[in-house]
């Protein structure tokens, strides 16, 4: 079963715009990973986010974790043809066995 | 190697065949794990590993599937008597440290398996 659930299912933006995609869950979490897929490519780590952490930056990616509504997003910013992907969210609980459990993700296409 | 590496990248098999995957962590990670992706939705955990020992199989749809990783190195999914509906993209990662948590996981770029 997958513990997070990505919101919305897909997106559709132009270059420049800034891209949100949100992740929600069910039971408390140890943190949060968010990871990218390109197609037909591996999946990438873009960011962690620990469960006594709010916020979080890396680059054009700006992650936010509130804990009370259990959920989670991303935002890219001045978003770019290469950022179309797809996008994770994984949990980890460690009641859960300490692995990562993932969603269904978020479709993004970036156009030129 | 610099990465996870996968082989073979892709597999075509026939029904009732048996298949092996390998997986070659990157070098020292004591954690490697097996996911499998499904066209259009997110990794479904399977199994994975501190070491050699296996920590967690609940993932494993069935008896048909099993993964060894007897010197806590190369790792090897196996799925016996395959039916087509185990065909997906099989995922292999791996963490410096044991278990996911704070860890960055790192995946190989997976063996897509079909099963005609």
């Known amino acids: 079963s997958q513990q997070g659930e990505e919101d919305p299912q897909a997106l559709s933006i132009q270059e420049g715009e800034n891209a949100t995609m949100n992740c929600s869950y069910k039971?408390?979490?140890?943190?949060l990973q968010w990871y990218r897929q390109n197609s037909g490519r591996g999946l990438v780590h873009l960011i962690l986010?620990?469960?006594?952490?709010r916020e979080k930056h890396s680059g054009r990616l700006r992650v936010t974790l509130d804990t009370s509504k259990k959920s989670s997003s991303l935002l890219i910013t001045a978003s770019r043809a290469a950022d179309t992907a797809s996008y994770f969210c994984?949990?980890?609980?460690?009641?859960?066995?300490?692995?990562?459990?993932f969603g269904g993700g978020t479709r993004v296409l970036v156009k030129p | 190697g610099a990465g996870v590496s996968q082989s073979p990248r892709y597999k075509v098999t026939k029904r009732g065949q048996d298949v092996a995957l390998r997986c070659d962590p990157i070098s020292g990670h004591v954690s490697l794990y097996w996911y499998r992706q499904a066209l259009g939705q997110g990794p479904e955990f399977l199994t994975y590993?501190?070491?050699?020992?296996?920590?967690?199989k609940s993932g494993l749809p069935n008896d048909r599937f099993s993964a060894e990783r007897p010197e806590g190195s190369i790792s090897t999914l196996t799925i016996q008597r395959t039916e087509q509906r185990d065909s997906a993209m099989y995922r292999c990662a791996s963490s410096s440290r044991t278990g996911a948590s704070g860890n960055t996981i790192y995946f190989g770029e997976g063996s897509w398996l079909t099963v005609v």
């Open positions: 986010i620990r469960s006594n952490e």
């Open positions: 590993f501190n070491y050699e020992a296996q920590q967690d």
């Open positions: 039971t408390s979490i140890n943190n």
């Open positions: 994984a949990t980890v609980r460690q009641a859960a066995g300490n692995k990562l459990t």
